[in-house]
Nanobody, 116 residues
Framework: QVQLVESGGGLVQPGGSLRLSCGAS????????MNWVRQAPGKGLEWLSG????????YYADSVKGRFTISRDNAKNTAYLQMNSLKPEDTAVYYC?????????WGKGTLVTVSP
């Protein structure tokens, strides 16, 4: 059974940091491109960052470039999103997504709230 499980969300003050994790099971994690996507309250999905299978090519949306860092540990079947300098507008449900040749898996998300 394919599973992606996000963790690490929570309440953080503006300027703070969080590290999200995405644990994968039920498929060959190392063969999949990984993305992080978020959905702010009342808004649509926003792609944030992508990472290739080997972890040596990363891509970021302008909204998070320089603040967020995507990474993966294929030995642990886990992807990460390190989030620094958080802003109230980063408040959202954060999802990880695994993609390969038309296969598309999603987790259920983890809530990040940035508030004083």
């Amino acid at each position: 059974q394919v599973q992606l499980v996000e963790s690490g969300g929570g309440l953080v003050q503006p300027g703070g940091s969080l590290r999200l994790s995405c644990g994968a099971s039920g498929f060959t994690f190392s063969s999949y491109w990984m993305n992080w996507v978020r959905q702010a309250p009342g808004k649509g999905l926003e792609w944030l960052s992508g990472l290739n299978q080997g972890g040596d090519r990363t891509y970021y949306a302008d909204s998070v470039k320089g603040r967020f860092t995507i990474s993966r540990d294929n030995a642990k079947n886990t992807a990460y999103l390190q989030m620094n300098s958080l802003k109230p507008e980063d408040t959202a449900v954060y999802y990880c997504n695994a993609q390969r040749y038309g296969m598309d898996y999603w987790g259920k998300g983890t809530l990040v709230t940035v508030s004083p």
